[in-house]
């Protein structure tokens, strides 16, 4: 048996918590049991009741208000040390989700993404749920849709992914959040950038004829043939895909809890357990 979860990490404001507690009302409307934690400590509001909350083990407040001289931190350095507190009390951790088998917890992670793209606390953390807590994890790394609207903007998104891809090495869903918040035009354009494949081969000419018609900018122009090989590995390879999120739609949340769900196989092992009820303890 298996436990699942989600691991929902991406840069400050991108919409995690948001994301969380839409997905915590979806599930309630579907009659599906899933269970929140909130691993920011330095969250001050989230509309979403927690099952775990990191700030009763430690809290950016705690950390920033220490008399202790060897403690004094800026908000940045004060959230680096309150994860790596975490990764030393995993005990902690352990003992607050409980053991049961097969049930699904969403992790509603900082939003600094060096802890993702070069730190190891993230790494640590999922390979202890991995090899010690027996979860299948699924990295849900949301972007702002706004972040991604132009091609210098996407190669950036698409390199700040596959960095924490290759960081964490675990199923990873790339979504773009807010999307209701773009008009019709940058829907659009939007939709060139989401088949991966043809994106990237559509962004390798775009990018060559700008540079032709003088159109690109300074470090684009300087930058050629760095920015055409990147571009070359995220198309040779297919790293990188983005999948929408668009509160206004009706289904679109749901749609995209299917696809994580298929990343790790969650639900799988229930069919086969309804498929055969009579081998049950046969
Ligand atoms: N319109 C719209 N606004 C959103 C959506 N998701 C998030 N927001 C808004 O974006 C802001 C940031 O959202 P959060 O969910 O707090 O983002 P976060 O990634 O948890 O932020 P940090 O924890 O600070 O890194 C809030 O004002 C949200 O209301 C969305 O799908 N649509
Ligand atoms: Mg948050």
Redesign the pocket.
């Known amino acids: 048996m298996s436990r699942y979860c989600q691991v929902v990490i991406?840069p400050?404001?991108?919409?995690?918590?948001?994301?969380c507690s839409n997905l915590m009302r979806h599930c309630e409307d579907i009659s599906r049991r899933i269970n929140m934690a909130n691993l920011?400590p330095a969250?001050e509001y989230f509309d979403y009741t927690p099952d775990v909350d990191v700030r009763e083990l430690i809290s950016l407040e705690d950390v920033l208000d220490d008399e202790d001289e060897s403690v004094k931190f800026g908000p940045n350095g004060g959230l680096v040390f309150c994860m790596e507190f975490l990764i030393e009390n995993l005990d902690w951790l352990e003992s607050q989700l409980g053991e049961d088998d097969d049930d699904y917890w969403v992790f509603d992670c900082?939003?600094q993404i060096e802890l993702y793209t070069h730190l190891d606390v993230m790494k640590t953390f999922v390979d202890h749920l991995q090899n010690q807590l027996n979860f299948r994890c699924c990295a849900v790394c949301?972007f702002d849709v706004q972040c991604i609207t132009d091609n210098a903007k996407f190669i950036g998104g698409s390199m700040a992914s596959l960095s924490a891809m290759a960081k964490l090495e675990v199923p990873f869903v790339n979504v773009l959040?807010?999307v209701?918040?773009i008009d019709d035009d940058q829907k659009e354009k939007l939709s060139n950038y989401l088949d991966v494949m043809e994106s990237h081969q559509d962004l390798v000419q775009e990018l060559s004829s700008e540079h032709k018609s003088g159109g690109a900018n300074v470090f684009m122009k300087k930058h050629e043939k760095l920015t055409t090989a990147l571009v070359g590995l995220l198309d040779n390879y297919g790293l990188v895909g983005f999948h929408t999120?668009d509160?206004s739609q009706e289904g679109s949340i749901g749609e995209l809890l299917v696809l994580i769900d298929s990343q790790i196989q969650y639900g799988e092992d229930l069919d086969v357990k309804d498929s055969f009820p009579d081998d049950e303890g046969g």
């Open positions: 991406g400050a404001g991108s919409g995690k918590s948001t994301y920011d969250a900082p939003g949301l959040s807010k209701d918040l999120l509160m």
